[in-house]
């Protein structure tokens, strides 16, 4: 297993690029966005300026945060990149953003979404089961949204087919400045983020 991180200094956050039907998705997004500027971390995320990802973005960049964007060329029109970032890297392919997520954070948290963040979330999970990183993984339950597949995570424990301790790689938050409170015991402590040093 490769070491924890020593210090907390970007946060990797996984969302949709819809707004959702419930008014709270996107003020968790915005919570979440506010709540990593204030304390002085970087916010590492998909690069769009649309749903959750935007509201996510705009709430950090407002409270002074830094914010990078990592999207991928064929997702430029779909998604359409934010033009307000500190910083936005473009990449190939669908599995270049993700490794570059996940090169760049420190913590890989998720807010709600569709197929791809899904996708994003449990490649990340998969990576800590494999050894391959020991960022904490923790999930932001908005309202419950993630109950569903939490359900069949405790049912695939049950069956077989995932052992309890790497159903435990993937941590649940009820809220925004919880999911930042365990990231920040899981690290041991918040260092600086300064984007101008692309060290990870």
């Given at each position: 297993?490769i ?27 915005r ?40 999207l ?60 391959l ?68």
């Amino acid at each position: 297993m490769i070491a924890a991180n020593r210090f907390l200094r970007r946060v990797g956050v996984y969302c949709g690029s819809s707004i959702g039907n419930d008014p709270a998705f996107a003020a968790e997004a915005r919570t979440l966005g506010e709540s990593i500027a204030a304390h002085g971390l970087v916010l590492v995320y998909g690069g769009a300026c649309r749903g959750l990802m935007g509201v996510l973005a705009d709430a950090a960049l407002a409270r002074g945060g830094e914010a990078i964007g990592v999207l991928p060329e064929v997702l430029k029109g779909r998604e359409i990149a934010h033009g307000g970032l500190t910083r936005l890297e473009i990449v190939a392919t669908m599995h270049e953003r993700k490794a570059r997520i996940n090169e760049l954070s420190d913590a890989l948290l998720a807010l709600p979404g569709g197929h791809g963040t899904l996708d994003e979330l449990m490649e990340a999970v998969t990576w800590a089961q494999l050894g391959l990183h020991a960022k904490p993984c923790i999930l932001v339950n908005t309202i419950g949204y993630w109950d569903g597949m939490l359900r069949f995570l405790d049912g695939a424990v049950m069956a077989g087919f995932v052992k309890a301790n790497d159903r435990a790689l993937l941590r649940v938050a009820a809220n925004a400045e919880e999911a930042l409170v365990m990231a920040k015991n899981a690290c041991g402590q918040i260092g600086n983020g300064v984007v101008g040093d692309r060290s990870v």
